[in-house]
């Protein structure tokens, strides 16, 4: 924060400086240990900040970061921001330097600075689309591909040139990863430039090479697809480097090498864990395409959530540390992207013991760990049509009435959320309710808030819930008309 708060009232020199270091270097190999200082500074300085902007809390006091990005996107002194200066220098460094022997660590060091800037400074983002650096960068990869491609040929350089492309392709990615970020825009120029193609080519380089491309890659594919469907699209349609004549349209898309990838990894999920927490991110963000989900259906992708089963455990053992590295976390993450969706919750009621196997981990799982199955439930609520199987389930009435009596108020909120959504326009939820004998206890709540309300003044914290909680109590009862 000091360092950044004394750059910030001497930012205009500094900028200056910078760029004529970065004019000194305009010929290829002509950077000095000045500029690759300045590179590497430049790339910590805009990643500690790109790394402290989703959790900063701005006050009056402590606001280096907001003033730092507003100056890099402040046009109001001149025509060109100090985020589109710095970007136009260093895409032409890049450019310069990139696929080069003599300067490709340069090319590397300018890259992450690029990267690191594009990913804070709205206007740097908008001025590489408008560059057109997107649709370079996919040219570039392109090329990568063949020039991999190529080097199986050559067997004495193969080693030397490979390192080289595979670092090229990895700063590629990333490049395009940061100026799609958040920008509908980019994402639709990556999709028309092909993007989803030039990944198809290097597939098979992600699985020979998982350690070093799989992960860039899934970054790359994740920013691509996040909250659009268009993008979403065209990964659920595109042409797979797999080329069989015996397989039908999806089983060619790059959906379907993806999900035959994770299920390899599944196999060894404890080896593999860091890649499959990728993969699921990814998967996470496909489901909610309706043509992602109907291929994961179509391939028997979600049969693995109907085998899961509670791991083996001692009584005495200390259970939370085996609960870090079992895959029902991904498991739940991707079931909980398809809840949003009516289709979606079709799919998973058609699985076997699904709710069965929801409630199993409720039920074990440490409370921390039960709020998406316990959503994934609430979700399922909302559609008319899945109330009757889920009433037909006694262990759910059970459930929500036992999540009462526990501590922890989000889990009790979700629980009077589901009740409120099976009770809605639903007779025969009305009379199980009251059966069930769960009313003492929901007037028992109702009457404890009051309590604490009279005494403590804590009405306007957690008005959702107690509204709610009223509205199911009166309900119950039979004095409350729905509109």
């Given at each position: 924060?000091p360092?950044?708060?004394?750059?910030?009232?001497?930012?205009?020199?500094?900028?200056?400086?910078?760029?004529?270091?970065?004019?000194?270097?305009?010929?290829?190999?002509?950077?000095?240990?000045?500029?690759?200082?300045?590179?590497?500074?430049?790339?910590?300085?805009?990643?500690?900040?790109?790394?402290?902007?989703?959790?900063?809390?701005?006050?009056?006091e402590?606001?280096?970061?907001?003033?730092?990005?507003?100056?890099?996107?402040?046009?109001?002194?001149?025509?060109?921001?100090?985020g589109?200066?710095?970007?136009?220098?260093?895409?032409?460094?890049?450019?310069?330097?990139?696929?080069?022997?003599?300067?490709?660590?340069?090319?590397?060091l300018?890259?992450?600075?690029?990267?690191?800037?594009?990913?804070?400074?709205?206007?740097?983002?908008?001025?590489?689309l408008?560059?057109?650096?997107?649709?370079?960068?996919?040219?570039?990869?392109?090329?990568?591909?063949?020039?991999?491609?190529?080097?199986?040929?050559?067997?004495?350089?193969?080693?030397?040139?490979e390192?080289?492309?595979?670092?090229?392709?990895?700063?590629?990615?990333?490049?395009?990863?940061?100026?799609?970020?958040?920008?509908?825009?980019?994402?639709?120029?990556?999709?028309?430039?092909?993007?989803?193609?030039?990944?198809?080519?290097?597939?098979?380089?992600?699985?020979?090479?998982?350690?070093?491309?799989l992960?860039?890659?899934?970054h790359?594919?994740?920013?691509?697809?996040?909250?659009?469907?268009?993008?979403?699209?065209?990964?659920?349609?595109s042409?797979s480097?797999?080329?069989?004549?015996?397989?039908?349209?999806?089983?060619?898309?790059?959906?379907?090498?993806?999900?035959?990838?994770?299920?390899?990894?599944?196999?060894?999920c404890?080896?593999?864990w860091?890649?499959?927490?990728?993969?699921?991110?990814?998967?996470?963000?496909?489901?909610?395409?309706?043509?992602?989900?109907?291929?994961?259906?179509?391939?028997?992708?979600?049969?693995?959530?109907?085998?899961?089963?509670?791991p083996?455990?001692?009584?005495?053992?200390?259970?939370?540390?085996?609960?870090?590295?079992?895959?029902?976390?991904?498991?739940?993450?991707l079931?909980?992207?398809?809840s949003?969706?009516?289709?979606?919750?079709?799919?998973?009621?058609?699985?076997?013991?699904?709710?069965?196997?929801?409630?199993?981990?409720?039920?074990?799982?440490?409370?921390?760990?039960?709020?998406?199955?316990?959503?994934?439930?609430?979700?399922?609520?909302?559609?008319?049509?899945?109330?009757?199987?889920?009433l037909?389930?006694?262990?759910l009435?059970?459930?929500?009435?036992t999540?009462?009596?526990?501590?922890?108020?989000?889990?009790r909120?979700?629980?009077?959320?589901?009740?409120?959504?099976?009770?809605?326009?639903?007779?025969?939820?009305?009379v199980?309710?009251?059966?069930?004998?769960?009313?003492?206890?929901?007037?028992?709540e109702?009457?404890?808030?009051?309590?604490?309300d009279?005494?403590?003044g804590?009405?306007?914290?957690?008005?959702?819930f107690?509204?709610?909680?009223?509205?199911?109590?009166?309900?119950?009862?039979?004095n409350?008309?729905?509109?």
């Amino acid at each position: 924060k000091p360092v950044l708060g004394a750059l910030i009232n001497v930012w205009k020199t500094f900028q200056e400086a910078t760029m004529s270091l970065f004019q000194e270097s305009a010929t290829p190999g002509g950077g000095s240990s000045a500029m690759s200082s300045t590179l590497k500074f430049l790339a910590l300085l805009f990643g500690q900040v790109g790394k402290s902007l989703p959790t900063a809390q701005f006050t009056e006091e402590d606001d280096h970061l907001q003033i730092f990005v507003n100056l890099l996107d402040d046009d109001t002194i001149n025509k060109e921001t100090s985020g589109e200066i710095l970007t136009k220098a260093l895409l032409e460094l890049y450019e310069t330097n990139k696929g080069r022997m003599e300067s490709h660590e340069l090319g590397i060091l300018a890259n992450n600075a690029l990267c690191n800037l594009v990913f804070i400074s709205s206007s740097s983002q908008k001025y590489c689309l408008d560059a057109g650096a997107i649709e370079a960068t996919i040219k570039c990869l392109r090329d990568l591909s063949q020039n991999l491609n190529a080097d199986l040929l050559n067997h004495n350089k193969r080693r030397k040139y490979e390192e080289q492309n595979v670092s090229s392709v990895i700063g590629c990615m990333k490049l395009l990863q940061c100026i799609m970020h958040n920008s509908r825009e980019a994402k639709l120029a990556a999709m028309y430039s092909d993007v989803i193609e030039v990944v198809c080519k290097l597939w098979s380089w992600c699985c020979l090479n998982t350690k070093t491309l799989l992960v860039p890659t899934i970054h790359l594919l994740n920013s691509y697809v996040f909250d659009c469907a268009q993008t979403c699209s065209s990964v659920a349609y595109s042409k797979s480097c797999i080329s069989t004549v015996s397989v039908t349209h999806s089983e060619k898309s790059l959906l379907n090498a993806i999900l035959r990838l994770t299920n390899d990894l599944l196999s060894n999920c404890q080896l593999n864990w860091s890649y499959l927490i990728e993969l699921f991110n990814l998967l996470s963000s496909l489901a909610k395409s309706m043509e992602c989900r109907g291929i994961m259906w179509k391939m028997n992708f979600l049969q693995g959530f109907s085998e899961l089963k509670l791991p083996q455990q001692k009584k005495k053992e200390k259970t939370h540390l085996k609960w870090q590295v079992h895959p029902f976390q991904l498991w739940f993450q991707l079931i909980l992207s398809f809840s949003f969706y009516e289709d979606g919750q079709q799919l998973i009621l058609k699985l076997p013991n699904a709710i069965d196997i929801l409630l199993d981990f409720i039920g074990e799982l440490p409370s921390k760990k039960c709020y998406i199955p316990n959503l994934i439930i609430r979700n399922l609520t909302f559609t008319p049509i899945n109330k009757s199987k889920l009433l037909g389930n006694r262990r759910l009435e059970s459930h929500l009435k036992t999540t009462f009596s526990c501590d922890d108020l989000r889990l009790r909120h979700i629980a009077c959320n589901t009740i409120w959504s099976l009770l809605h326009n639903n007779q025969k939820a009305r009379v199980m309710m009251k059966k069930s004998g769960i009313l003492p206890t929901l007037r028992q709540e109702l009457s404890d808030y009051y309590h604490m309300d009279k005494h403590n003044g804590i009405a306007d914290s957690l008005p959702s819930f107690f509204n709610t909680l009223h509205c199911v109590v009166t309900l119950i009862d039979g004095n409350f008309k729905e509109s």
